[in-house]
């Protein structure tokens, strides 16, 4: 009989540093208010009641990058504003993670020019992509359910 089997019937919860770490990861990010184009319209009602982020530890969205740990990229990037997306992200804290919403922002969508980025990931590195024009905010969900997973997978030795 493991220590487990007789702790539980103790009422006693066990679990390792980077299991209760990551929980906290996980169930307090808060998203930086980040929309370029018509996907911030799905990003702002994925918050709204209907879908309602809140359940996921996201209550509300912040216009700071001092107080945010998740940059939404919701829209086309362009040439002009990839330096103030890069100093935004450079202004998060660590750890911080980024999902690049809507094919505009993973790939350049329809603007194959000199004036778009194609792909925010030239600028910053993406840790989920959600594809759609526009995505719905079911799709954003699913993003935000996906880099939970990530965060909960990661491990101690990646902290450093």
């Given at each position: 009989?493991?220590?487990?089997?007789?702790?539980?019937?103790?009422?006693?919860?066990?679990?390792?540093l980077?299991?209760?770490?990551?929980?906290?990861?996980?169930?307090?990010?808060?998203?930086?208010?980040?929309?370029?184009?018509?996907?911030?319209?799905?990003?702002?009602?994925?918050?709204?009641?209907?879908?309602?982020?809140?359940?996921?530890?996201?209550?509300?969205?912040?216009?700071?990058?001092?107080?945010?740990?998740?940059?939404?990229?919701?829209?086309?990037?362009?040439?002009?504003?990839?330096?103030?997306?890069?100093?935004?992200?450079?202004?998060?804290?660590?750890?911080?993670?980024?999902?690049?919403?809507?094919?505009?922002?993973?790939?350049?969508?329809?603007?194959?020019?000199?004036?778009?980025?194609q792909?925010?990931?030239?600028?910053v590195?993406?840790?989920?992509?959600?594809?759609?024009?526009?995505?719905?905010?079911?799709?954003?969900?699913?993003?935000?359910?996906?880099?939970?997973?990530?965060?909960?997978?990661?491990?101690?030795?990646?902290?450093?």
């Amino acid at each position: 009989m493991g220590i487990e089997q007789k702790a539980a019937n103790l009422g006693v919860v066990t679990l390792r540093l980077e299991q209760a770490v990551n929980w906290a990861r996980t169930n307090s990010m808060w998203p930086m208010l980040f929309g370029l184009a018509c996907c911030a319209i799905e990003m702002m009602s994925a918050q709204a009641p209907r879908y309602d982020m809140s359940r996921f530890g996201m209550e509300l969205m912040r216009a700071s990058p001092r107080q945010s740990d998740l940059m939404i990229v919701a829209g086309r990037v362009s040439r002009k504003m990839a330096p103030v997306v890069r100093n935004l992200y450079d202004q998060m804290p660590d750890p911080k993670w980024v999902i690049a919403m809507g094919d505009c922002a993973s790939c350049g969508g329809v603007f194959n020019n000199y004036a778009v980025v194609q792909g925010v990931d030239e600028v910053v590195p993406v840790d989920v992509y959600v594809a759609g024009c526009p995505p719905r905010p079911e799709s954003l969900i699913h993003g935000i359910i996906t880099l939970h997973e990530a965060v909960r997978a990661e491990k101690i030795t990646k902290w450093s």
